[in-house]
């Protein structure tokens, strides 16, 4: 028989879109609800205590309206602070976004690795425990931009962006102690694949960039196996504040997959 039961993706914004392209990858054959919370709009300069009260609730009630068969927090700021309170929550898988420290440590020749994320991000102990454990022997350099956030989302609308500014946002990694031999970062926040082209094209020498998309869509696939689909898969866009969208937005969004857009 045929479950209609969606994969419900959510982020702050955009970014879970670098998710959802490897999981639709996988299963073409899903329906998905991606939401978008632009009301609480950015969480990288949130406090924790915003975060930890605001996505239980939200996804709460996402749960309860859209009935899935999994969640994916396709946020890593909510994810290192939220993760393990919606788990305890929810009654259904939830799949988190990990900041890709592994292999980027498993990549680099020079041993020097940079995280790039939200400052919400690149503060957390969840750092730490992921550098210790899979980067003990590199040299990890954090930084965090809320500025990169914006030039993703602008990106998405159709709006022009200024290499000077991506330039500007690598040199938060490239001019620390040892940011000349950083030969790979990992891209903490799920908005900045979305702009790792542009990254890469500013950076003063070569750097590859790691993001942890492909890895969170085998997950999915892993938990999902064995299941019924539905018949008619659909993608949906939800947004959790009223939004005057671009039509070229509107576009991409719809050339991701997700041809309907709605506001919660």
Not at 66 to 81: E, G, H
Not at 90 to 109: C, F, M, N, R, Y
Not at 219 to 239: D, S
Request: proline letters at 7%; charged letters at 20%; hydrophobic letters at 45%.
């Amino acid at each position: 028989m045929a479950d209609d039961r969606p994969i419900l993706m959510f982020d702050s914004g955009v970014g879970g879109l670098s998710v959802l392209g490897p999981t639709r990858e996988l299963l073409p054959q899903a329906s998905y609800v991606y939401v978008a919370d632009n009301g609480g709009f950015p969480y990288g300069t949130k406090t924790e205590a915003e975060i930890a009260a605001r996505v239980p609730a939200l996804l709460g009630r996402l749960v309860e309206r859209y009935r899935p068969r999994l969640v994916v927090i396709a946020c890593n700021t909510a994810s290192t602070i939220a993760l393990a309170a919606v788990r305890a929550a929810l009654d259904l898988p939830v799949v988190g976004t990990v900041p890709a420290i592994k292999p980027a440590a498993e990549q680099s020749k020079n041993r020097v690795i940079g995280v790039l994320g939200t400052d919400a991000t690149v503060r957390q102990p969840y750092v730490d425990d992921l550098s210790a454990r899979f980067a003990a022997d590199c040299t990890v350099l954090r930084h965090g931009s809320a500025r990169l956030v914006e030039l993703a989302e602008a990106k998405l609308r159709g709006e022009a962006t200024d290499r000077e500014e991506y330039r500007a946002v690598l040199a938060g990694l490239t001019d620390q102690a040892g940011g000349e031999r950083m030969d790979i970062a990992v891209l903490a926040c799920t908005h900045f694949p979305l702009v790792a082209d542009e990254l890469a094209a500013a950076a003063p020498h070569p750097i590859a960039f790691v993001d942890g998309g492909p890895g969170i869509a085998r997950r999915v696939a892993y938990l999902t196996q064995g299941q019924e689909w539905p018949a008619h898969p659909i993608g949906q866009a939800i947004f959790t504040a009223p939004v005057d969208l671009p039509d070229a937005f509107v576009d991409e969004l719809a050339r991701r997959g997700l041809p309907s857009v709605a506001t919660l």
